[in-house]
């Protein structure tokens, strides 16, 4: 068997079946993967004339880090590599906060390389560790799918990114064979040889005892995680059509809500996914669960200061921002005036109301000490109360626009007017439409 025309032609297919980009910045460590991966598209780029860079993280976190540093800029600078080095800043010392600092890093590297496909050199192996990883955490569908050959990222300073893992479907064991069959050095990471790290326990403790029972384990994993990232796609789609459906959410601004009958109209299981994608904060499996309990009335903290909120028709999700005191509203719209031709309006987008009771209004949003006296009604109330009777959610409440003379309110734009603005015949008076966003609506 020729493990590098393996290797090459898995790179290859792999690369003509992400478009064939010009430019691809690769991620390399200086272990035995990811040297194979540069050699590979180092072949690539001479045979297609593909743009071809590569990165080096030192986290600084080991004393021969340095040596590895300096192995890849030797192999680059042999190759004729273009190879930046960036000396990434660890905060903590678990794995996450390693992986979190080293990818900030080659964001940044890819940034200054204009290169939009950064090529890791993940392989077989590394997706079942994966895999028993997020198994053992408890994650659905979406974290047992691991990684996928091509991933899409998302960053604040430009499109984004592709993440490209050309070589998931292959042996460790073959492609270390390919790079002793080119004579091809690499460094070793000692590190790895220790079971401190959970992802070295699962491969020095528990794949090899999968192994020896069931000789396929391996290739069973990763199937599996093939299948379920199918399904995980699949729910993907069907959540993003249940949110994108009129009337059912609202994700936008301060009024971030899911209207709770569509909601349980769904299965659980697609639930879950509605919930992980609706959340401006990012939610574990348990935290989802505990949503998916809530009735009307209870609240929840949620990651990053956040609040999940069930009130009889919708289930609201505040932020730190939202929850600010005073609270931030969205800014009024506007109202547009006509002349009255002796309709009252709907009291929701429409209200008749006298020309000298206008000229006295302003238009904003609930402030203490607010009142009204609803219309037909003998004596006045707290706006706290009118909404209580009204049923508006507490959520919604900062948000309402209302038209005010003084304390007293006239108007509480899509909830119902107060006495002050009835008209009767022979009154001059203005037929007023509000223009603008109101809480309960799908967009802001």
Not at 234 to 248: D, H, I, K, P, V
Request: charged share 25%; glycine share 10%; aromatic share 6%.
């Amino acid at each position: 068997m020729n493990e590098w025309l393996i290797l090459l032609e898995t790179v290859g297919k792999s690369w003509r079946g992400l478009g064939s980009p010009h430019r691809v910045t690769a991620a390399v460590s200086g272990g035995a993967d990811s040297v194979a991966l540069l050699a590979a598209l180092k072949a690539l780029a001479e045979e297609e004339g593909m743009v071809l860079s590569a990165a080096h993280v030192d986290h600084g976190l080991r004393e021969t880090s340095g040596r590895d540093a300096a192995f890849v800029e030797k192999l680059c600078a042999d190759w004729g590599i273009p190879c930046k080095v960036v000396r990434a800043q660890v905060n903590g010392k678990s794995e996450n906060a390693a992986r979190q600092a080293r990818y900030e890093a080659l964001r940044n590297a890819c940034l200054e390389n204009e290169t939009a496909v950064l090529a890791l050199a993940h392989h077989k192996r590394d997706q079942a560790e994966t895999v028993l990883l997020h198994l053992l955490r408890g994650s659905g569908s979406g974290g047992l799918s691991a990684m996928q050959e091509k991933s899409w990222r998302s960053w604040p300073e430009s499109e984004g990114w592709l993440l490209w893992r050309p070589m998931l479907g292959l042996d460790p064991e073959l492609i270390r064979a390919a790079l002793k069959e080119k004579g091809i050095p690499w460094m070793e990471d000692e590190t790895n040889e220790g079971d401190a790290y959970q992802r070295n326990y699962i491969r020095h403790q528990v794949l090899p005892v999968m192994a020896a029972r069931f000789p396929k384990a391996e290739d069973a994993i990763c199937r599996a995680a093939r299948i379920l990232a199918d399904e995980d796609a699949y729910f993907r789609s069907e959540t993003e059509r249940f949110l994108e459906a009129e009337g059912n959410a609202c994700l936008h601004g301060p009024c971030r809500w899911i209207r709770l009958s569509p909601l349980l109209g769904l299965h659980k299981a697609l639930r879950r996914y509605v919930l992980k994608a609706a959340c401006p904060t990012d939610l574990d499996a348990d935290t989802v669960e505990r949503l998916l309990s809530l009735s009307p009335g209870q609240k929840m903290n949620l990651p990053e200061n956040g609040r999940a909120e069930c009130s009889g028709a919708y289930l609201h999700f505040l932020t730190a921002e939202d929850q600010g005191l005073p609270p931030v509203p969205l800014a009024p719209g506007i109202l547009v005036s006509q002349p009255w031709g002796g309709e009252t309006g709907d009291g929701f987008r429409a209200q008749a109301i006298r020309e000298d009771v206008y000229a006295q209004c302003e238009l904003r949003r609930l402030a203490p000490g607010d009142t009204i006296r609803p219309l037909g009604s003998p004596g006045a109330k707290s706006m706290q109360d009118y909404f209580v009777d009204k049923k508006v959610p507490r959520p919604f409440r900062p948000h309402i626009p209302l038209l005010c003379m003084g304390k007293r309110v006239v108007w509480a734009i899509g909830v119902g007017a107060g006495e002050e603005a009835r008209v009767k015949a022979g009154d001059r008076a203005l037929l007023l439409r509000y223009e603008g966003y109101l809480p309960g609506e799908p967009d802001a």
